[in-house]
């Protein structure tokens, strides 16, 4: 047991730090780039015009049904619908397996 534990603290010794902080970095790099690419990708961008452009039609909508409403109760209202729109959307999806 002693013998185990004697050349595991022999093993952790010979690791070098420096090589250790170099290969984070690099991972790190790789991740950076990675999250980058996923938030300036052309996919994600049209995904966020669609939202904007399902935003601006909910937004008509409201103004045509209620042509009196006030600034404030106009956001709270489209804002609403949103986030029963995107719950919805979710709800649709939870079946769905991401590997």
Avoid: C
Avoid at 67 to 94: C, G, N, W, Y
């Amino acid at each position: 047991m002693f013998n185990n534990l004697k050349k595991s603290i022999e093993k952790i010794q010979r690791i070098n730090p420096k090589s250790l902080w170099l290969s984070f970095a690099q991972s790190q790099k790789i991740a950076r780039r990675d999250y980058t690419d996923l938030l300036t990708s052309n996919t994600e961008l049209e995904s966020l015009a669609d939202e904007r452009r399902l935003e601006a039609m909910v937004g008509e909508q409201i103004k045509t049904d209620f042509p009196e409403i006030s600034d404030k109760s106009f956001e709270l209202l489209v804002d609403a619908t949103m986030h029963l729109i995107r719950k919805k959307q979710l709800q649709a999806t939870d079946d769905i397996y991401f590997k």
